[in-house]
Structures are given as C-alpha cells and as structure tokens.
C-alpha cells in the first residue's frame, strides 16, 4: 500500500490536490467570528491557488511519452498556417454576421 502511494507520479498528485484543502482548512480557522474582507482572503491563498497548477504539468509530462500526442503536436505544428488562416476567417465571419 505504503508503496504504491510514495512513487513520485502519486506524489505529484498528492501535492496537486493538497492545497484545496489547505486552503478550506485555513478558511474553516480563520472565519472564526471575525468578518473578514473575501479579497483579502483571496489575495492570501493565492499561492494555493498557483500550486494547484501541477496539475497542468503532470498532463505535459504524461504527453512526452504518449505516441499519438506527439503525433497530434507534429501535425498542428505541421498544418499551423492553414488553421491560422481557419481561425482569422472564422473571427471574420463571427463579426461580419453578429453586427
């Protein structure tokens, strides 16, 4: 069990998630009757708010060592002008047709 849980793909996870309840426990403790300003609040937990971003990194990780991600990166990089040139027509068209 003990195993399964230290290997450093569960860590990431572990660190990933942590700070969502860190930050519910420090909520919990700290409105203990006083009336608190929620910007405040927010602008203290907004390291939490940063590390939970590892998320992010550990989907990047995974994509180095999956064969079809890769070949999807090497086909946008391949067909990157032609999807610029879809998406500045297809914003064209959005403005043209909402006005």
Known sequence: FWAF???PANMVDVVAIMPFYVE???AAF???GEEEDSGSEGANLMVLRIIRLTRIFRAFKVSKYSEVVQML????RRSSTALYCLGFYLTLAVCIFSS
Request: hydrophobic share 45%.
């Open 5 to 7: 849980q230290l290997q």
């Open 30 to 32: 700290s409105s203990g």
């Open 73 to 76: 990166g090497h086909v946008f």
């Open 24 to 26: 519910l426990l420090v």
